[in-house]
């Protein structure tokens, strides 16, 4: 069965860092668009980044300059390395195929303080 599992969530300080893992199994993501995505409460799930096949990143006007997106394929893990955070980053981070394709994990929680 294909499953994500997020972590490296966190409370930190305005201007701080983080970085976010995200364990996947049952695909290789080596071979396909992945993404991060984000929810704060009452707002709709928003993507964040994105990293294709080809190692071609994009993020979000928000984001730009700030995040990093990778992955280690002999891991198949996908990495969300955070710098400079906002307390407008505060939300729940979840990982996906970039076209949202796989059972949504219970993400990890992002707090930033101001």
């Known amino acids: 069965q294909e499953q994500l599992v997020e972590s490296g969530g966190g409370l930190v300080q305005a201007g701080g860092s983080l970085r976010l893992s995200c364990a996947a199994s049952g695909m290789f993501i080596g071979i396909i668009t992945m993404a991060w995505y984000r929810q704060a409460p009452g707002k709709q799930r928003e993507l964040v980044a994105s990293?294709?096949?080809?190692?071609?990143?994009a993020y979000s006007d928000s984001v730009r300059g700030r995040f990093a997106i990778s992955r280690d394929n002999a891991k198949n893990t996908l990495y969300l390395q955070m710098y400079s955070l906002k307390p407008e980053d505060t939300g729940v981070y979840f990982c996906?195929?970039?076209?949202?394709?796989?059972?949504w994990g219970q993400g990890t929680q992002v707090t930033v303080s101001s």
């Open positions: 996906n195929t970039g076209r949202g394709t796989i059972p």
């Open positions: 990293i294709n096949s080809g190692s071609i990143t």
